[in-house]
């Protein structure tokens, strides 16, 4: 009998997890080595006194990347994660009073959208079909392919791309776009914002990142029914039921590498042997501390990278009916607000606040009568600020801000308490100075300038998650696990 040959994987993010299950699927023996006494990476959970939260992703799209991990096991689905549609996506509020419900439905939302701010909703349904129209011809190219392998820029679906080039965005702005297609500044800033989507800024980033409404509007947000924590944890579970072994608080020391070859990791100073090592952990971490030995991609490690986030959990001892699951409080000058990110290193005094309450969905994730606020915003990545003085200012002007636009004093009411941010989220996710979504997408270029889900110079050494090749967030990640793995013989 043949012995089976054998996978590593470093790191248990939701794309190590995805990476091991389609590894085991194709035969091997697979072992994961984590840092942490828990797996997810990002997405995981915090409990404070009744309150549960998800800790990380909070935005659920493309469930059927997920779902297509079951099926390739030969499972139903359904007999093991559950989630729901949302109808509405997110609620905006703005300082003068205006809430608008953005519906998941294109049409419906486009009404509320012309309703409240005059912006005609034909305008609205058009951006939904530009944003269609570039999922439609870049999506199989940047979204499910390898950037990095010469067979992607062959065949039917790359021409089509080319003969569609002037009109996908790449020679403008997101914000340009935006002004372009919608007269009300409202709903310029309402578009823009989806360049925080993978920690970019609107006024630089390629208008190539309108693909992202087309997720939310056309295709859906959804929410699964058990908290986005179940993700990793049914995945998890289904990775252990193909036998995956998992290794928690065994961080790799190194990736052991013999004639070009990639054999196996040092563990607790141990050899362990293996024919094929995946790398989940931030690319840019990776070579600084387990591959600081082999050949480094100095043009790739030194590119700008991505915003941070600032977190505040928060049980909250009322409700308040005008939220919902997902609700941003605008800034006033959203430009300013980007310019202190991305330039100055700095928090804005006026921040947009992203609330995510689950208990909206999921009632007992907080108490009866209360609410479980994961409040963030966007800040810059860790570049040695005084987080301290940063943090304070922040939960000061953001309760300020809560309180004016809820018509209610928000500090009272917090209960319970917990701060995630750029040093804390770099220690315990080892993302590289705590940007969460590696390298930014501020250039047209950015998305060549990703590590590829191989290396060029070790053979049997892949990588996976969102500092790498396709990028940041959980339907990105799924797919860098599944790109990779069309790279790995059987």
């Known amino acids: 009998m043949v ?3 054998k996978a590593l994987v470093v790191g248990s993010g939701i794309a190590g997890i995805a990476a091991s299950i389609r590894l085991a699927v194709k035969g091997y023996q697979v072992e994961v080595f984590e840092a942490n006494a828990y797996p997810g990476g990002k997405l995981s959970q915090i409990e404070l006194s009744g309150y549960r939260f998800d800790a990380g992703p909070s935005l659920f799209t493309l469930p059927e990347q997920v779902e297509e991990l079951f099926q390739l096991a030969g499972e139903d ?24 419900k953005a519906y998941a439905e ?5 009404d509320e959208v012309e309703d409240l701010l005059g912006e005609p909703r034909d305008r609205v349904l058009q951006a939904m079909k530009q944003s269609a129209f570039l999922y439609r011809y870049l999506a199989p190219l940047f979204m499910h392919k390898s950037l990095h392998k010469w067979q992607t820029w062959v065949g039917p679906k790359a021409l089509s791309a080319y003969l569609k080039l002037g009109k996908l965005g790449i020679f403008s702005t997101m914000n340009k776009e935006n002004e372009r297609l919608f007269s009300h500044p409202k709903l310029v800033q309402l578009f823009n914002r989806y360049a ?8 630089q980033t390629p208008a190539t990142l309108n693909i992202i409404p087309h997720l939310e509007y056309n295709i859906g947000a959804f929410f699964p029914k058990k908290g986005m924590h179940d993700i990793t944890q049914s995945l998890y579970s289904l990775s252990c039921r193909l036998g995956v072994q998992y290794h928690f608080d065994s961080p790799v020391q190194e990736v052991l590498v013999e004639k070009g070859r990639a054999v196996g990791l040092l563990v607790h100073g141990k050899k362990v042997e293996g024919q094929v090592v995946v790398n989940n952990m931030d690319m840019v971490n990776a070579y600084k501390t387990i591959l600081k030995k082999q050949p480094q991609p100095k043009k790739l490690l030194h590119q700008p990278k991505s915003s941070s986030a600032l977190i505040f959990y ?5 409700q308040f009916s005008q939220l919902g699951l997902h609700n941003i409080f605008f800034s006033e000058d959203y430009a300013s607000e980007f310019d202190h990110i ?9 921040p947009t606040v992203y609330l995510n309450i689950t208990s909206v969905c999921k009632q007992d994730d907080a108490p009866q009568g209360c609410m479980n606020w994961f409040t963030m915003i966007n800040v810059p990545n860790n570049q040695g600020q005084d987080w301290d003085v940063l943090i304070a200012t922040a939960r000061k002007n953001i309760l300020q801000k809560l309180s004016r636009i809820l018509k209610t004093d928000i500090a009272p009411l917090i209960q319970v308490e917990e701060i995630l941010d750029p040093r804390s989220i770099e220690s315990k ?4 100075l705590g940007a969460l979504y590696g390298n930014s997408s501020n250039t047209r270029f950015a998305a060549f300038l990703r590590h590829p889900n191989f290396s060029s110079t070790i053979q049997n050494l892949y990588f996976c998650g969102g500092s790498v090749h396709p990028g940041g967030g959980i339907p990105l990640a799924l797919l860098s696990a599944k790109i990779m793995s069309e790279m790995v013989p059987k």
């Open 3 to 5: 012995p089976m040959k």
């Open 77 to 100: 689905p359904s007999k093991h994660f559950d989630y729901e549609k949302l109808e509405v996506a997110c609620h905006y509020f703005w300082e003068d009073g205006i809430h608008l």
């Open 106 to 110: 294109p049409h419906r939302f486009a």
């Open 196 to 203: 925080t989507y993978n920690g970019s800024n609107p006024y």
């Open 314 to 318: 928060w049980g909250i001892s009322q």
């Open 342 to 350: 991305f330039s100055k290193g700095s928090i804005v005094s006026d």
């Open 429 to 432: 996710t080892s993302s590289a």
